[in-house]
């Protein structure tokens, strides 16, 4: 049987059925089709959220709710090129449909990935305090903490999973032994988790001196407080393909100027913008760096992400920058942490 069809649903089913179709096949997604197998439409998880949430009822149609436009591509399109697009958008699923619209296939990200297991670890920087988000760290350090009822570093140690990441090692320093008690050793994930323990403050890089031994592979690091919807698998190829010896993620933000920036030369007026809006790029809290890279940081000393690069600029070595355009949300403040609350169920649960 072709695992297409185990999710396939008609659209007269109500929507208590899909939720059990979806359940028993954990494949997170149903295929709404006619009785010639023609794709109408596909249900997840946050489409029939969303639909509960406009009032619909379980009884209801699947009708209310399922999305009549998805994503398809073509039977002649060669599978590797398939298979590409889905890791570069980070697609989860991809019906593959014939010149009538027939189902033909169902390709699944995960099943790719796993294919590919990635030999590049992850370092997930977990050791700050919180200080902004008090009293909710007083007794939880901050990556603990929970959005959409899971932990924040759960849901980020997830997203690299699905993407084929298998090696990862969380730094530690704050409330650690509740990290190192709450994700082990990682075999409930089934990938292995070493940790690296910040006895003092180290700062945002001098935790990646505490290797037992360097890595041979770039290490992508990203920082504990994080939810976002790139794809990592790209991201470490862009690291590869432009040959650098680090990799900063950044992200564009506007800055509002509240008064009307005047432009001169001299004492004549050039020009005059009235409150303007300027578009600025900053770190994003992600990187990737190469061993050479990891080399230059001191052993055990308190040592930030923005000196590591200032070295590479200083030392002229090749350092670029990959500019993120999906979803991303620093959770530092009370209102970032709300905002995620709030924001989870739409981008994170379809």
Known sequence: MKEWKKVAVSPDITIKKTIDVIDRTALQIALVVDSEDRLLGTVTDGDIRRGLLRGCELSDSIETVYHRQPMTASADTPMEHIHSR???????????VDSDGRIVSLEILKNILSKDPKK?????????????????TDDCPKPLLKVG??????????????????????????????????????????????????????????????????????????????????????????????RASATMCVREHEVSIPYGVVRAESARLIELQEKPVQKILVNAGI?????????????????????????????????SVYQIKEYWIDIGRMKDFEMANVEFGKFFSS
């Open 86 to 96: 889905m890791k570069r958008y980070y697609l989860k699923h991809l019906p593959v």
């Open 120 to 136: 590049s670890p992850v370092v997930l920087m977990a050791g700050g305090l919180g200080s902004r988000l008090r009293p909710l």
């Open 149 to 242: 009822g899971k932990p924040i570093l759960e849901i980020i140690l997830e997203k690299f999973v699905d993407e084929g990441f298998q090696n990862f090692f969380i730094s530690i320093n704050y409330m650690g032994d509740s990290i190192r008690k709450y994700f082990g050793d990682g075999s409930r994930w089934d990938v292995s988790i070493e940790y690296l323990e910040e006895n003092q403050r180290l700062g945002t890089a001098g935790g990646l001196s505490l290797f037992s031994e360097l890595p041979d592979e770039p290490v992508i690091v990203m920082n504990g407080d994080l939810l976002t919807k790139i794809s990592f698998n790209a991201l470490l190829n862009f690291h590869k393909d432009s």
């Open 287 to 319: 990187y990737v760096l190469s061993p050479e890279a990891l080399r230059l940081i001191p052993e055990n000393q308190y040592f930030d992400m923005t000196e590591l690069f200032n070295q590479m600029i200083e030392l002229n070595w090749h350092t």
